[in-house]
């Protein structure tokens, strides 16, 4: 009865479960000796979205490191800060980064895990994420939600295995800083595109990078969607290098069409693949039965058909 | 309450009445005598003698929302101040037809239905009562620009503007806004012609901007999302004359992804029936493409503590209506799944076809109708407190 935390869908409420750990909300009330072992749960900061006083979020952190045993805290949840419709997520960010000796076992961070309801996607002010990378060396799992003011440079970080970009709309920088870093550890890359609408304004030229996977050695999994040029990308996809090493590609929640689709079977095999994403598409019913068709051994989702006669195709997710 | 005889205010025919009707059928009741509200607000519906009277919706009737607002296109939106100032008269009509009636008695009091009425007085009612409620902005909204001065000195940005007088989410504006970033997402909808607004999912084409002037809404099935300020401000200031209550955005529990409230069904101070309304949009309203959800997941999820804690909301807020027999509160569940808020509170709200009451309370295996029936027969009457009938046992297990 759960909203899972299943990243390859768009589902994803992030309050029950965090890179395989139970969340706790830490609310700073209450009694700390009933607090949960710190290192047995992940740990859900979040300042009310709504009435929230400036350093709203600060002061929440510096409770969290009064009460909890920081060098065992394996992986914090950011929900929300002090209003973050106007303020950027440089408000939690910067207490993390700067608290970096006090959190040795942290190994995972979400940014900004707003349910729609409390902040829409493309409504969350994030910011520049890379101190987060450059603090925490050892960090393997980094997630932010909302592409709004995100921004991020190109690092060298040995130890990352997830790096997850949720949004309605990725700037091509952010794009193109990822394409750029150097991540040896690498194993799943997922970017929801979004749309040019809300800042979504990368090309497939700007995924070059990431296609040719030369920076990537250690990736399996790979997911560009969500995007309003998902049949471009799909063709792109045709003959990326990157591909012959996947375990699993989503091209999942976009504008996919018999177009796109069409251009990655004509493109190199993806028999090698375990699992093939493409729900929320736009393909007809024969093109439906070619996929399964051509990829006996690889499960495919084609769920969530939408329909492909529609003249405005759109997202799963913008807003 | 042997010689009662139900009489029923409504539309005649309509499935209201009808459902009604059907309710005392099968309670081996005679036939309730349907009033018609057409005749009520004509000043011209005597009572029968010793009524026990139902007042139902005006809803549903071209004709008689003509009578109430002025005639026009029934789909067309606003009016709201008009048809308020109708609705109390036609109430004031009833009262006195009801006061002579030897025997007779009201089972909604007119003055609470008037208060259900009026979004303004409701929620300041609810709110000296210490029943939660989002915060509203204080002071009139008559246009946009006072509505986001408004936000802005409050720092809310993200509020629900509801008109005044509204029912079934009619008018309801989802509003955020950030600078020149706004978003509207609303049933009523701007002309062809007029707005720049995208129609829902599937929708083909896009509204064209149109000429100057002022814009006539009409209310649509489909929630539409308007993110120009000129297609706001619009919208805004088409409700805006009629009277508009704005509150701060209560940010609710989420199922699957999707957001949800409840709507609770208080009969004589108890609560007896309850849907979940999951919406695709932040309207969860059935007939806006709502659908009905899961209640044994949300009690689950909410515990024993929280289910109960959620019921009693419903029924504080039903103790500030002693004299309707029935109401539906809409109730929020926050996103951290403990705090709670009223969003409406409807005189009409038990329009629930079909669906049976909660397991041992007084609704069980009764309809919405049914179970108000059968609480005029227990002895309910207006103006009683609600615990008189309820019991002690059941008070105390709500804390």
């Known amino acids: 009865m759960t909203e899972h935390d299943n990243p390859r869908r768009h ?28 290192g047995s749960v992940a740990w859900r900061l979040s300042a009310e979205p709504y009435d929230a006083q400036e350093g709203a979020f600060a002061a929440l952190f510096a409770r969290f490191m009064e009460q909890v045993d920081t060098s065992a805290v394996r992986a914090i949840v950011v929900g929300g800060w002090e209003n973050p419709y106007e303020v950027g997520s440089e408000v939690a960010i910067r207490p993390l980064a700067d608290a970096a000796a006090r959190f040795p076992a942290l190994r995972a961070v979400f940014v900004g895990a707003l349910q729609s309801e409390q902040c829409e996607i493309s409504w969350i002010q994030q910011s520049d994420v890379t101190p987060l990378l450059e603090a925490y060396p050892r960090l393997e799992r ?36 990822v394409g750029q870093c150097d991540l040896p550890a690498l194993e799943e890359l997922d970017l929801w595109l979004g749309v040019e609408n809300y800042g979504g304004n990368c090309s497939a030229a700007d995924l070059d990078a990431i296609m040719s996977g030369e920076r990537f050695p250690a990736l399996r999994h790979l997911g560009l969607r969500d995007s309003e040029i998902q049949d471009e990308i799909a063709a792109a996809v045709a003959s990326a290098p990157v591909i012959a090493r996947l375990e699993t590609l989503s091209l999942s929640m976009g504008t996919l069409t018999d177009l796109g689709a069409e251009a990655l079977l004509s493109g190199q095999p993806l028999t090698h693949l375990h699992e093939l994403d493409l729900h929320h598409h736009f393909l007809t019913e024969p093109m439906i039965k070619r996929i399964q068709d051509a990829l006996p051994g690889v499960q495919v989702d084609l769920s969530e058909p939408e329909d492909p006669e529609d003249d405005w195709r759109y997202v799963a997710v913008d807003e | 309450m042997a010689n009662t005889r139900f009489a029923v205010v409504g539309v005649p025919g309509g499935r209201r009445v009808d459902l009604f009707r059907a309710a005392a059928a099968r309670a081996g009741l005679p036939d309730p005598n349907v009033i018609s509200w057409r005749d009520v607000l004509a000043g011209d519906a005597p009572i029968p003698p010793g009524s026990a009277v139902r007042v139902d919706s005006p809803g ?22 008009a048809w308020y100032a109708a609705f109390r008269g036609g109430l004031r009509n009833l009262a006195e037809a009801v006061e002579a009636s030897p025997g007779s008695a009201l089972l909604g009091d007119v003055d609470e239905i008037a208060v259900m009425f009026d979004k303004r007085l409701c929620h300041e009612r609810l709110r000296a009562a210490g029943v939660p409620v989002p915060p509203a902005l204080q002071g009139p909204v008559g246009s946009y620009r006072e509505l986001r001065e408004l936000m802005t000195r409050d720092g809310w940005p993200r509020v629900f503007v509801k008109p005044a007088h509204g029912s079934s989410a009619s008018g309801v504006i989802a509003f955020q806004a950030l600078g020149a970033r706004v978003k509207a997402v609303t049933s009523a909808a701007l002309p062809d012609g007029w707005g720049t607004g995208t129609d829902g999912p599937g929708e083909a084409g896009r509204g064209r901007r149109g000429g100057a002037g002022g814009a006539s809404l009409y209310n649509s099935l489909r ?11 619009a919208v805004v200031g088409a409700l805006a004359p009629d009277g508009l209550h704005v509150e701060r955005w209560f940010p609710k529990a989420s199922m699957d992804g999707r957001a949800f409230d409840l709507r609770v069904v208080v009969v004589a101070g108890a609560p007896t029936h309850v849907v979940v309304r999951v919406g695709r949009t932040p309207m969860t309203n059935l007939h806006l493409g709502g659908v009905r959800g899961d209640l ?30 029935a109401i539906g509160v809409d109730l929020m569940i926050g996103t951290d799944w403990r705090s709670t808020a009223v969003a409406e509170v409807n005189a009409f709200g038990d329009l629930l076809p079909g669906l049976t009451g909660l397991p041992g ?15 005029v027969s227990g002895g309910w009457r207006q103006g009683m407190q609600s615990r008189d009938i309820r019991g002690e046992g059941e008070l105390s297990c709500v804390t």
């Open chain 1, 11 to 38: 589902v994803c409420g992030y309050r029950d479960r965090y890179a395989d750990l139970p969340v706790a909300e830490f609310t700073g009330e209450g009694d700390p000796g009933k607090l949960p072992e710190a």
């Open chain 2, 361 to 375: 309370g007084p609704g069980e295996g009764l309809d919405t109708y049914a179970t108000q029936i059968a609480a």
């Open chain 2, 223 to 233: 929630v539409r999302t308007y993110e120009s300020e000129t297609d706001v401000a």
């Open chain 2, 60 to 81: 549903e009737d071209a004709e008689v929302d003509a009578l109430l607002r002025g005639p026009g296109d029934p789909a067309r939106a606003g009016g709201g101040a």
């Open chain 2, 296 to 325: 044994g997941r949300v009690r689950e999820r909410l515990g024993t503590a929280g289910w109960q804690g959620a019921l009693d909301v419903c029924v504080r807020a039903a103790d500030c209506f002693p004299g309707s027999l």
């Open chain 1, 142 to 177: 980094l997630e932010v939600r909302g592409g709004t003011g995100l921004e991020f440079n190109p690092v060298r970080h040995d130890a990352l295995r997830t790096l997850r970009f949720e949004s309605g709309g990725l700037p091509a920088d952010v794009v193109r800083a």
